[in-house]
Nanobody, 124 residues
Framework: QVQLVESGGGSVQAGGSLRLSCAAY????????MAWLRQAPGKEREGVAS???????SYADSVKGRFTISQDSAKNTLYLQMNSLKPEDTAMYYC??????????????????WGQGTQVTVSS
């Protein structure tokens, strides 16, 4: 079993920065697929950034150049550095993880393990 625990959310003014953390506990060997997703009130959950089984990173167009996903394997922790935050970044942010299937990661929305979420609020 895997447990994911997010932290680092909060309230910030537009243009500010936050760093989210996601600590993974339990059986994490081989848990190579990691992602951050977010959901704003009244909107569907969307992928923000992900790390694939080959270590490659991908980002939503809306956050490219502003957000950076990284991980510390020794600490089993995933990070999301968010810079130049905008009010439209306001959402509940979730960490998700999965084991690769035949060497490939499923879509982040199909990941099997999820954290409880951490709220990010950006004011104008």
């Amino acid at each position: 079993q895997v447990q994911l625990v997010e932290s680092g959310g909060g309230s910030v003014q537009a243009g500010g920065s936050l760093r989210l953390s996601c600590a993974a506990y339990g059986y994490t060997d081989g848990l190579y697929c990691m992602a951050w997703l977010r959901q704003a009130p009244g909107k569907e959950r969307e992928g923000v950034a992900s790390i694939g089984s080959d270590g490659g990173r991908s980002y939503a167009d809306s956050v490219k150049g502003r957000f950076t996903i990284s991980q510390d394997s020794a600490k089993n922790t995933l990070y999301l550095q968010m810079n130049s935050l905008k009010p439209e970044d306001t959402a509940m942010y979730y960490c998700a993880a999965a084991y690769p299937r035949s060497g490939h990661c499923p879509r982040p929305a199909d990941f099997g393990y999820w954290g409880q979420g951490t709220q990010v609020t950006v004011s104008s």
